[in-house]
């Protein structure tokens, strides 16, 4: 079993930064792709970045060169950093990990966090 807990969320001005962190909890976080995604109200999940077990990262186009995933294994621990944030990006953001290929489709995820708010104000 994996837990997964998020924290660093909160309200930030259009142009501010935040840092999202996720602690794991079970033996195999190496080993797993860990992701985060974001929900905005009557929205779907919508993917936001992945970051894989050899610390390959993949990112959507819309938080390109603003957002940096990261892992640190010795602290099971994935951060999201948010730079140059933006009233779009306000949104519930969940962590995620998922066992054997990466992937950006949510549902193929084995573990949740129970979510962090980000809003974002202009």
């Known amino acids: 079993q994996v837990q997964l807990v998020e924290s660093g969320g909160g309200l930030v001005q259009a142009g501010g930064s935040l840092r999202l962190s996720c602690a794991t909890s079970?033996?195999?976080?190496?080993?797993?792709?860990m992701g985060w995604f974001r929900q905005a109200p009557g929205k779907e999940r919508e993917f936001v970045a992945y970051?894989?077990?050899?610390?390959?990262?993949y990112y959507t186009d819309s938080v390109k060169g603003r957002f940096t995933i990261s892992r640190d294994n010795a602290k099971n621990t994935v951060y999201l950093q948010m730079n140059s944030l933006k009233p779009e990006d306000t949104a519930v953001y969940y962590c995620?990990?998922?066992?054997?290929?990466?992937?950006?489709?949510?549902?193929?995820?084995?573990?949740w966090g129970q979510g962090t708010q980000v809003t974002v104000s202009s």
């Open positions: 995620a990990a998922k066992r054997y290929s990466s992937s950006t489709v949510y549902a193929s995820y084995d573990y």
């Open positions: 079970g033996r195999t976080f190496s080993s797993y792709t």
């Open positions: 970051i894989s077990w050899s610390s390959n990262t």
